[in-house]
C-alpha cells in the first residue's frame, strides 16, 4: 500500500491559471459554478475520468493548473456537449475542455505516447500542410507513432475498408495550400501580438 | 406665511446626500454641493451623510429659520423613499410642503454608472434642472377623501383566506374572490404539512368553512376580477361570475346529482387529484370543498355537445337525470351564463399564489415519457387518504408499491435555461415525501439535491430526523432519468445517473419511481394579473413590493397589497406571516378614514376655455365634465389622477396641472440643457 | 434549390458511402448541390483541441468561398462539418475579437466573409426545403415492415439545436415515417457514439457504441439509420472488437439517404451500400408503388 499525501497547500497553485481560462472566450462562465455535478452525470466518459468534468471546473476555477492539465479527463471528453446543453449555470463545459486541451498540448504536459493529443496534432499538421485529412495516413501516422503494436489489432479492420474502398494512403491535397499557409501565418503573427 | 414666501424672491436651500456610500461611493457630493452653491436664488448649499436621519431633517428645518429658505431642493434617492419624509421636514421648518423638490442621484445616477467624474456630472445636471424648477413651485394643500372599508382579497389559497379572515374578525367586510370552484389553494392538496407533519386538512379545512360561513365575508368563488378602476380608498371593481350550471343560492351540498350523472362511472381527469382521479362532468373537487356547491364542467357534460355549426346540441344519450336527482331544489340550471358585477372597495389584497413549473420541460428526467416519473404534487395526492388510492401508494400499473424511490430536487429550479431562482421549499417538501413514501411503503429513498435548505424552525431537526429514518441523500443533480439497463438489476427500472459528488463518482441508480420535485414559478396569468392592478413584477414574474425589507406586503400602487407566494416562493409559516401581515396594512388604512391624495391634478383657466370639449374624451378617468351654462369644461378634481393626458391635448393651452406647470417644467428643462 | 455543397474530408474517405447516397438523392428530389471548389478540412473536434483561432479562421475559408462562389446557403452533411461551421459563425458572432482575427487572416489571402451564409443539414433542407409530401411521392419501395433505430448522434443537436428538438429531435422520425418505416422509440437517439475515442482508446469509446447497438437490438431494430460518418464508421466498423468484449450485438448502421434511395427504387449499389461491414438486411418483398 503506499500512502501519499493529498493535502493542498496553497502553494501547489498556479495563480492566476483560473482567472486565466476564464478570460477566454467561451469559458467566461466558469465563474459561475455551482459544483451540482450535472455536467459528470451526463457525461458519457465521466465513468473513466480521474477527475470528473465537475472536479475539473473546481481545480480550474482553484488554480490547480498542474493538476488540471495532467489529468486524463480532458482527453477523454469526446466532445459530446452533452454537458454544455445540460449545466444550469450555461457553462460551456465543452469549450472549456477545448481550452484545457490547448494548454496542456502547448505545455506539453500529456501522457507521451497517449494517442488522443498526438492525433489532434498529426491532424491539424496535415489539414495545415494540405487543407484536407486523409483518414487513412492519418490514421498510419497516429499508431506508428503512438502504439505500433495496437495497429496489428486493426489490421483486420483496415483491410475490411480496403475491401470497401474507404482506405486509401494517398494525400489529398488543396490547390490553394499557399492561401492556408497565409493564414495560418496571419493568425500565429496576431496571437503574438495579443 | 406661505403665501408671503411665495411671492418673495426664492431663497433655496440646497442639500446633497452621502447615503452612506451609496451615493458618495460614485459621486463627488461636496463638488456638487459646491456647484449648485454658485446657482442664482440659491442661499445656501450642503452636502451630509444622511439626510433622511433625524438630524439631516432638523438641518432643513434650522437652516429655513436661519437663512429665510423658502425653497428646498434634496438630492439623494428615489422619491418612492423619502418625498413624504423631507416634505415633513419643510413643513416642520414652517413652509408648504409642496416648496420642495427631489433630485433622485442614487437610483438614476450612483447606483447605475461606473465613472466617478461622469456620475458627478449627471447629479450636477440633475441638480440644477431641480433649483431651476423648485423657484416656480406654489403652496398646495392635499385633500382628503373618505375610504371605503371594504376589502377585495383576490385568490383563496391559505393567504388570501388567512388575509380576509382576519379582516373579517376585525368587523370589515371582505369580498374574497376565487377562481376556481373551491377555495384552499394548494394546501388543500396536501396530506401532511412539513416541518411538524400535521395535516393539512385538519389545519384548513376548519378555516376554509370558517370563511365560508363567515358573516363579514362574502366568497365569490368561480369568479376572477376583470377591471379594477379608481385609486386607493376608493376603487372599482368588475368580477366575472364563470357559470357553473348551478344556482348557488339553491344548491344545498347534497351532491345527489353526482351518482345521479348518466356516466356511470367517473371518466374525466380529475384537476384536484392531478390527474391521477376520475369525475364525472358534474363534481365536487373534494369532499371538504368551499363552498359546499357542486358545479358542472361544460367541456364534457353532454349537454354542451357542439354541433358543426358551433352550435349547441343536447346529446340524446343525456337523460338529465342529474336535474331528476335534484328535485325540488331546482339548483341546476344549464342555461347559465358568465355574469359580471361591480363592487366598490377601499382596498385590494393579491393572493394568487403560484403554479408548479411543468416537468415536461425537463425532458432528461422522463415525465411523461416514463409511466413511473411523478411530480411532487401527484405524490401529495398519492400519499393522501382521501386521494385517489385512499392512501395506498402504488404506481401507475394500479397494482404494484414502489421498492426504491428517487426524489430528484431542484426541477426547474436554480437552472438558468428554466427558472434561475430556488423556490425554497421544495427541499423540505421533498424531505416530506420521502418520510411519507417510506411510511407507507417502506421503500428505500434516494433524494438527489444539490444543497440542502433548511433555514427554518425545526427545519433543520426535520433534515436529522430524516437521516435517522435511513433515508439516502446524494450531493448531486441528476444527469438524467432512463431505461436502459447496463446490469442486470437494472432491468425493468427507471435508471438514475448521476454524480455523488461528495464520493466523487459518477453512479448509476436504478429505482421503481421518479419523483421530480418541481419548483415555484409565477402563475400562467400572473402578467395580465400585474396589469389588471398596475403592480410590478421583478424579472423572474413575481410580483414586487414596494421594499424587501421594509415594505414586504406593499406594492407601488397605494391600496394594492400582496400576499404569499405570488410575491415569491414560499411555505406555509411564511405565508401566513405574510398574510397577516397585509391585513394588518389593510386595517391600518380603513381605520385611519381617509387618504390624502396628491395635489398635482389639473385645472382648467376657465377664461381661456373655448369649449372646444376635445379634452373630454382623452381623459381616462372620465374627470372633465362640461358646463353646458358657461360653454366651458371644468375638471372634477376628485376624479383627476394628474396624467397629465389633457394638459398635452388642449388646443387654447388653457388646462394647467399642479406641480407640472409649463414654467416648471421647461425651467426644469433649461436646467439640464444649460449644464454641460 | 441549390446549395453550396460542404462535403468535408470524412464524406470523400471512410464516408463515401454518405455522399454516394446522398448525391442522387438529392438530385431525384430536384435539389442542386454544388461542390464548393477547392473547400478545406473544417477542422473537426481536433483543431479546437489545439488553436482556436486557426481553427475558426480554416473552418471561416470555406465559409467565404461558398460567398465567393454565390451561394446563398451552405449544405453540410457530415456532422463534425456541420458543428464546426455553424460553431465559426456563433464564435465570429459573439467575440468581436474573434472576428476581428478571422477578417485579418482571410484577408490576408483577398477572402471576405460576411457570416450571413446559413450552414444546413441535409435533415433540415428535406423537412422545411424540399417537403415530407415531396419524398413521399418519390417512394417506389415504401420500406414497409422496416424497424429502424433513429439515431441523431450528438452534434447536430448540440450545443446549437438549430431545426429540431435539443432534447428529442424527430425530423429523422418524419423522414423514415414517409419512407413507410417503422421508427423505434429509444432514449439514446442523441447520446455519443465515442467519437474518435473508438481509435484512440478503444477501452473507453467502444463502450457507448456497444451500448446504442445493444440497445437498439433489444428493443427490436432492424437496423439504425444515422446521419454522420463517424457514427457510422464507429457502429458499423467494431463489431469483432465489441463481440471480443461483450456479446454479438449485430445490427447494421446506414445512412438515412441510403434509405431513401433504396425507397425511391434506387439500386443498393448505387447507393454504397455494398461499402458497409454489416449487411443491410434485405427488404421486405418489393411492392411497386403505382408511381
Ligand atoms: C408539492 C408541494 C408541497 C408543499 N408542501 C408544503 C408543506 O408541507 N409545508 C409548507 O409550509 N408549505 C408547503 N408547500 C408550499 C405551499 O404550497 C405554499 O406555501 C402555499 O400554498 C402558498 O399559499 P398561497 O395562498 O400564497 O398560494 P396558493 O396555494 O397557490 O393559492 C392561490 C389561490 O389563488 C387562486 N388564484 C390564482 N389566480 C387567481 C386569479 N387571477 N383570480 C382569482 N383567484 C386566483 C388559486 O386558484 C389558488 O386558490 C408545498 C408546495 C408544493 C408545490
Ligand atoms: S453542470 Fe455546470 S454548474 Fe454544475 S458542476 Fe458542472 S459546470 Fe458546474
Ligand atoms: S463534452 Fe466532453 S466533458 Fe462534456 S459530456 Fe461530452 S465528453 Fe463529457
Redesign the interface.
Known amino acids: 500500500m503506499e500512502i501519499k499525501r493529498t493535502i493542498k497547500y496553497q502553494a501547489d497553485r498556479v495563480r492566476g491559471f483560473g482567472r486565466e481560462v476564464m478570460s477566454?472566450?467561451?469559458c467566461e462562465k466558469l465563474k459561475d459554478c455551482i459544483q451540482c455535478g450535472t455536467c459528470s452525470g451526463v457525461c458519457?466518459?465521466s465513468i473513466?475520468m480521474d477527475f470528473t468534468p465537475r472536479q475539473v471546473m473546481a481545480l480550474t476555477r482553484e488554480d490547480f493548473k498542474n493538476e488540471v492539465l495532467a489529468s486524463h479527463t480532458i482527453?477523454?471528453c469526446?466532445?459530446?456537449?452533452?454537458c454544455?446543453?445540460e449545466c444550469p449555470r450555461e457553462i460551456?463545459i465543452?469549450d472549456i475542455m477545448?481550452?484545457l486541451?490547448?494548454r496542456a498540448?502547448h505545455e506539453g504536459v500529456y501522457p507521451k505516447r497517449f494517442?488522443?493529443?498526438v492525433?489532434?496534432?498529426e491532424?491539424?499538421t496535415m489539414?495545415?500542410q494540405h487543407?484536407?485529412?486523409?483518414?487513412?495516413l492519418l490514421?498510419t501516422k497516429?499508431y506508428l507513432k503512438t502504439n505500433p503494436i495496437a495497429a496489428l489489432g486493426?489490421a483486420?479492420?483496415g483491410m475490411?475498408?480496403m475491401k470497401?474502398?474507404?482506405?486509401?494512403l494517398k494525400q489529398?491535397n488543396?490547390?490553394?495550400r499557399a492561401?492556408?499557409a497565409?493564414?495560418?501565418?496571419?493568425?500565429?503573427n496576431?496571437?503574438v501580438k495579443a | 406665511m406661505a403665501m408671503e414666501k411665495q411671492n418673495q424672491e426664492p431663497r433655496i436651500g440646497f442639500y446633497v446626500c452621502h447615503c452612506g456610500t451609496n451615493i458618495a461611493g460614485m459621486v463627488d457630493c461636496a463638488e456638487v454641493a459646491h456647484h449648485v452653491g454658485t446657482l442664482p436664488n440659491v442661499v445656501m448649499s450642503k452636502d451630509y451623510k444622511y439626510m433622511c436621519s433625524d438630524p439631516g431633517q432638523e438641518l432643513i428645518q434650522k437652516d429655513i429659520a436661519a437663512h429665510g429658505l423658502n425653497r428646498v431642493v434634496v438630492a439623494s434617492c428615489s422619491p418612492l423613499l423619502h418625498e413624504h419624509t423631507f416634505r415633513g421636514a419643510v413643513e416642520k421648518g414652517g413652509l408648504n410642503p409642496f416648496f420642495f423638490h427631489m433630485v433622485n442621484i442614487r437610483e438614476h445616477d450612483s447606483w447605475v454608472h461606473t465613472d466617478r467624474q461622469e456620475a458627478t456630472e449627471k447629479a450636477k445636471a440633475l441638480a440644477q434642472a431641480a433649483i431651476g424648477r423648485v423657484a416656480h413651485h406654489k403652496a398646495l394643500e392635499t385633500k382628503r377623501v373618505d375610504i371605503n372599508p371594504t376589502t377585495l382579497v383576490v385568490g383563496a389559497g391559505i393567504a388570501g383566506i388567512h388575509t380576509a379572515m382576519t379582516i373579517a374578525n376585525a368587523g370589515k367586510q371582505v369580498v374574497l374572490v376565487e377562481r376556481e370552484p373551491t377555495i384552499g389553494g394548494h394546501m388543500a392538496k396536501f396530506d401532511k404539512t412539513f416541518p411538524t407533519l400535521d395535516c393539512a386538512a385538519c389545519i384548513l379545512t376548519p378555516k376554509m368553512s370558517a370563511a365560508g360561513a363567515h358573516e363579514n365575508i362574502r366568497l365569490l368563488s368561480y369568479s376572477e376580477v376583470t377591471k379594477v378602476d379608481g385609486f386607493v380608498g376608493n376603487y372599482k371593481v368588475t368580477i366575472k361570475r364563470k357559470p357553473r350550471y348551478i344556482d348557488e343560492e339553491a344548491c344545498i351540498g347534497c351532491q345527489d346529482c353526482i351518482p345521479a350523472c348518466v356516466f356511470k362511472t367517473p371518466k374525466f381527469a380529475d384537476e384536484f387529484n392531478e390527474g391521477l382521479g376520475k369525475r364525472r362532468p358534474v363534481y365536487i373537487p373534494f369532499p371538504q370543498a368551499t363552498p359546499q356547491i357542486v358545479a358542472i364542467d361544460p367541456n364534457v357534460c353532454l349537454n354542451f355537445k357542439k354541433g358543426e355549426n358551433g352550435d349547441r346540441v343536447v346529446s340524446d344519450k343525456c337523460k338529465k337525470t342529474c336535474v331528476e336527482a335534484c328535485g325540488d331544489k331546482d339548483a341546476i340550471d344549464f342555461t347559465q351564463t358568465e355574469r359580471f358585477e361591480e363592487i366598490e372597495v377601499g382596498a385590494i389584497v393579491v393572493a394568487t399564489g403560484f403554479q408548479t413549473y411543468d416537468a415536461t420541460r425537463s425532458?432528461?428526467y422522463?415525465y411523461g415519457?416514463y409511466d413511473n416519473v411523478y411530480t411532487a404534487l401527484e405524490i401529495e395526492r398519492l400519499v393522501n387518504a382521501s386521494g385517489p388510492t385512499g392512501g395506498h401508494v402504488v404506481m401507475r400499473d394500479g397494482k404494484s408499491e414502489p421498492k426504491s424511490v428517487g426524489i430528484i430536487h431542484c426541477v426547474g429550479s436554480r437552472d438558468k435555461k428554466t427558472n434561475a431562482w430556488c423556490s425554497r421549499v421544495c427541499c423540505m417538501y421533498s424531505m416530506k415525501l420521502a418520510h411519507l413514501l417510506k411510511e407507507h411503503t417502506n421503500a428505500e429513498i434516494y433524494n438527489f439535491y444539490i444543497d440542502v435548505r433548511t433555514p427554518g424552525k425545526g427545519y433543520e431537526e426535520f433534515y436529522g430526523k430524516l437521516l435517522e429514518e435511513g433515508v439516502h441523500f446524494i450531493r448531486g443533480r441528476v444527469g438524467e432519468v432512463?431505461?436502459?439497463a447496463?446490469t442486470p438489476e437494472e432491468e425493468g427500472k427507471l435508471v438514475i445517473r448521476v454524480e455523488d459528488t461528495l464520493a466523487g463518482m459518477v453512479r448509476r441508480i436504478p429505482v421503481d419511481m421518479v419523483v421530480l420535485a418541481t419548483g415555484l414559478e409565477p402563475q400562467k396569468d400572473a402578467q395580465d394579473v400585474r396589469r389588471l392592478f398596475n403592480m410590478s413584477c421583478g424579472s423572474e414574474g413575481f410580483f414586487l413590493e414596494r421594499h424587501p425589507k421594509l415594505a414586504p406586503v406593499n406594492t407601488f400602487s397605494d391600496g394594492i397589497y400582496i400576499a404569499g407566494a405570488c410575491q415569491g416562493p414560499k411555505d406555509i409559516p411564511d405565508t401566513v406571516a405574510q398574510a397577516g401581515a397585509a391585513a394588518a396594512e389593510v386595517l391600518a388604512l380603513i381605520d385611519k378614514g381617509y387618504v390624502e391624495q396628491e395635489p398635482n391634478t389639473a385645472f382648467i383657466l376657465e377664461d381661456e376655455c373655448s369649449g372646444c370639449k376635445s379634452c373630454i374624451p382623452l381623459c381616462p378617468y372620465t374627470a372633465i365634465l362640461f358646463d353646458e351654462k358657461t360653454d366651458k369644461a371644468w375638471i372634477n378634481e376628485a376624479l383627476c389622477k394628474g396624467c397629465g393626458t389633457c394638459v398635452g391635448s388642449c388646443p387654447s393651452g388653457s388646462i394647467v396641472q399642479n406641480l407640472f406647470e409649463d414654467q416648471e417644467i421647461f425651467s426644469e428643462i433649461e436646467g439640464v440643457l444649460a449644464y454641460d | 434549390m441549390r446549395y453550396g455543397y460542404f462535403p468535408g474530408?470524412?464524406l470523400?474517405?471512410?464516408g463515401?458511402a454518405y455522399e454516394e447516397s446522398l448525391l442522387p438523392v438529392m438530385q431525384h428530389l430536384g435539389v442542386e448541390m454544388v461542390e464548393l471548389d477547392?473547400?478545406?478540412?473544417c477542422?473537426?473536434?481536433?483543431?479546437?483541441?489545439?488553436?482556436?483561432?486557426?481553427a475558426c479562421?480554416?473552418a471561416a475559408?470555406n465559409l467565404a468561398l461558398a460567398e465567393q462562389g454565390g451561394f446563398a446557403q451552405v449544405m453540410a452533411p457530415c456532422s463534425a462539418c456541420y458543428l464546426v461551421l455553424n460553431k465559426t459563425q456563433h464564435?465570429m458572432q459573439?467575440?468581436p475579437?474573434?472576428r476581428r482575427?478571422v477578417d485579418?487572416?482571410?484577408?490576408?489571402?483577398g477572402?471576405k466573409v460576411s457570416n450571413d451564409t446559413p450552414v444546413r443539414h441535409p435533415l433540415d433542407i428535406l423537412l422545411n426545403d424540399v417537403g415530407l409530401d415531396a419524398v413521399k411521392q418519390k417512394v417506389t419501395r415504401p420500406l414497409k415492415g422496416l424497424k429502424v433505430a433513429p439515431y441523431y448522434g450528438?452534434?447536430i443537436v448540440?450545443?446549437y439545436s438549430t431545426f429540431d428538438d435539443?432534447?428529442?429531435p424527430v425530423s429523422m422520425d418524419q423522414l423514415l415515417q414517409a419512407l413507410g418505416a417503422e421508427v423505434i422509440d429509444?432514449?439514446?437517439k442523441t447520446?455519443?457514439c465515442?467519437?474518435?475515442?473508438t481509435?484512440?482508446?478503444p477501452?473507453?469509446?467502444l463502450r457507448?457504441s456497444y451500448?446504442l447497438l445493444k440497445?437498439a437490438k433489444?428493443r427490436g431494430a432492424d437496423l439504425i439509420a444515422t446521419v454522420c460518418p463517424l457514427c457510422q464508421f464507429n457502429l458499423d466498423?467494431?463489431h469483432?472488437k465489441i463481440e471480443a468484449k461483450w456479446e454479438p450485438v449485430r445490427v447494421p448502421t446506414v445512412y438515412f439517404s441510403q434509405l431513401m434511395g433504396l425507397a425511391f427504387g434506387m439500386p443498393a449499389n448505387r447507393l454504397g451500400l455494398?461499402?458497409?461491414?454489416i449487411p443491410m438486411p434485405s427488404l421486405p418483398r418489393a411492392e411497386a408503388v403505382a408511381a
Open positions: 477566454v472566450p467561451g458519457p466518459l473513466y482527453w477523454l469526446a466532445s459530446c456537449y452533452a454544455t446543453v460551456r465543452t477545448y481550452e486541451k490547448q498540448i494517442p488522443i493529443p492525433l489532434a496534432q491532424f491539424t489539414v495545415r487543407g484536407r485529412v486523409s483518414e487513412g490514421v497516429l486493426m483486420k479492420l475490411g475498408l470497401t474502398g474507404r482506405f486509401s489529398e488543396i490547390k490553394q492561401d492556408l497565409r493564414i495560418v501565418a496571419t493568425v500565429d496576431e496571437s | 425532458p432528461s422522463g415519457r432512463t431505461d436502459w447496463m | 474530408c470524412s470523400k474517405g471512410t463515401r477547392d473547400w478545406s478540412c477542422g473537426a473536434t481536433a483543431y479546437m483541441a489545439v488553436d482556436e483561432g486557426k479562421a480554416l475559408r464564435f459573439d467575440y475579437a474573434m482575427l485579418k487572416a482571410l484577408g490576408s489571402v477572402l450528438c452534434q448540440r450545443p435539443q432534447a428529442d429509444w432514449p439514446l447520446k455519443c465515442g467519437g474518435s475515442l481509435g484512440t482508446l477501452e473507453a469509446g457507448l451500448i440497445e433489444k466498423g467494431y469483432d455494398q461499402r458497409g461491414f
